[in-house]
Each structure stands twice: as C-alpha cells, then as structure tokens.
C-alpha cells in the first residue's frame, strides 16, 4: 500500500544513513513519524502528543508508542544543537524501528485480512480492476518506421514491465 507522506522521506532517511549522514538519519526518522501521524489523522501538536493520539486511535499499541516516543526524541537530539552527535548504531536502530513502525501499521493489517479472508473461505482481496484507473489512449500495438532495410525499427507500446517496447 503506497503511503505518500512518509515514503520520500524513508528513503531519504536510508539514503542519509548510506551517506553516513546518521545525524541527518534521525530526522528524517522523525520526519517519517511525523508522515505517519498526519496520514493516520493524528494532527495534535506536538509531535509526542500526535503520537499518543495514534496510540489513542487502536493504530500503535504501548509497545510501538514506546518505539516511536524514543525515536522522536532521538530526532530532536539531531535536529537541536546539542552537541551530541547521533552515532551510526543508534542511526541504523532507528530506521528498523521506522520500517517495524510502518509496517505495523500500513503492511501488517493487509497481511492479516488476506490470511483471514483464505481461512474463512472469503473471496481475497483484489487490487481494483484496471478499468478504474485512469488511462491515456494508447499508440498502435506495434508500428514499423519505414527506412531503409539497415536501421528500420520495429516499436510498440511499453508492456507492464516498464520496458519501452522498442528493438532495434
């Protein structure tokens, strides 16, 4: 399920922690919690009281809560200037927590309906059908550029698998 509040953020959370950026790690892991919140309709402030909102909600249980409350205040550490760097450990432990966070909420709930639904009998669940998504008219299934028999390519349109749909 794609969350567009917190996925640009999660990955530049990685890429920082890649770039050995782990002070820059742990804000973008606040940034990730502060997504999460706002997508989940959490929207006290400040961001600790959001949290307890989701917890609030049934969507973070203690435990999560727990998780989230120290991963935010390992964010201010980062953001504030205290003088103490975020060190690659605690970095790289709070982008496991995120993803474990996300998953929690976003992942796992899917996951159980699907299990759920094939142990009851129940039809599973199915993305909606392509007729419902937006489409542009499509070029002709495969046209030949006419030249002569040396470069003359063949092109069709993209397949699903993001290909170009071009030989040569």
């Keep these: 399920m794609p969350i567009p509040q917190r996925a640009p953020s999660a990955e530049e959370a990685r ?5 050995k ?19 989940q309709g959490a929207t006290a402030k400040p961001l600790i009281n959001a949290l307890k909102q989701l917890a609030a909600d049934g969507k973070l249980d203690g435990r999560l809560l727990e998780w989230a409350q120290e991963l935010r205040g390992l964010g201010n550490q ?3 200037h205290t003088g103490t760097p975020v060190q690659k450990q605690d970095a790289h432990d709070a982008l ?13 709930p899917i996951q159980f309906e699907v299990f ?3 142990r009851a009998g129940e039809p599973p669940l199915l ?22 028999a040396s470069n003359a390519r063949t092109t069709s349109a ?4 993001g290909n170009s749909g071009e030989s040569r």
């Excluded at 993209?158 to 698998?161: E, I, K």
């Design 21 to 39: 950026a782990y002070t820059a790690t742990a804000v973008m892991v606040r940034r990730v919690l502060e997504g999460l919140c706002l997508d």
């Design 158 to 161: 993209p397949d699903l698998a």
């Design 15 to 19: 890429r920082c922690f890649t770039a």
């Design 96 to 108: 496991l927590l995120t993803e474990a966070i996300l998953n929690y909420v976003y992942a796992l």
């Design 127 to 148: 993305p909606p059908p392509l007729t419902s998504i937006p489409t542009q008219q499509a070029p002709p299934p495969a046209a030949t550029v006419h030249g002569d």
């Design 78 to 80: 980062g953001a504030h």
């Design 116 to 118: 759920r639904r094939r």
